[in-house]
């Protein structure tokens, strides 16, 4: 069982956690990169339980969900940190709209201008931002790497 998470401890703005993972980027830092995502708890009670898995068609059951989750994002983060020295980011922007999912509002399409050795591109080094009372995390690090 898990325990429930006493807060979640995201940045204070979606702009506070894109330069917190820039940071993280240019120091290569995995401990402060993976303190940007969710963790299991916060997934478990504040996440799972509004997102469209948990609903039909799909009731995926919330540790598959967290299973398939943290394989992508662990892998993605690892690529992110490989490739860290050839990726300078530069800024963000979010393409899409949020929406209100349960408890959480999240935002989806959101991409990462870097320059690299072929010039400046957008690519998408995390997934979706979510917010859960004024508090701002990653739901992975699931990437374009």
């Not at 994002?73 to 300078?88: C, E, I, M, P």
């Not at 959101?110 to 995390?126: A, H, K, Q, S």
Request: hydrophobic share 35%; charged share 25%.
């Amino acid at each position: 069982m898990i325990d429930s998470p006493s807060t979640f401890s995201g940045a204070r703005s979606r702009d506070e956690l894109l330069r917190r993972f820039i940071a993280g980027v240019r120091n290569k830092d995995r401990h402060a990169l993976a303190s940007l995502a969710v963790n299991r708890a916060e997934f478990a009670y504040l996440v799972y339980p509004g997102s469209r898995m948990s609903r039909p068609p799909y009731n995926q059951p919330p540790d598959i969900e967290w299973m398939l989750l943290r394989a992508n994002s662990d892998g993605g983060l690892t690529k992110l940190l490989a490739r860290a020295d050839q990726l300078r980011p530069l800024g963000y922007h979010c393409t899409s709209k949020s929406e209100r999912d349960g408890a959480v509002t999240v935002w989806s399409g959101c991409l990462v201008r870097v320059r690299g050795d072929t010039g400046v591109r957008e690519l998408r080094l995390f997934g979706s931002v979510v917010e859960y009372h004024g508090r701002y995390k990653f739901t992975s690090y699931g990437s374009d790497l």
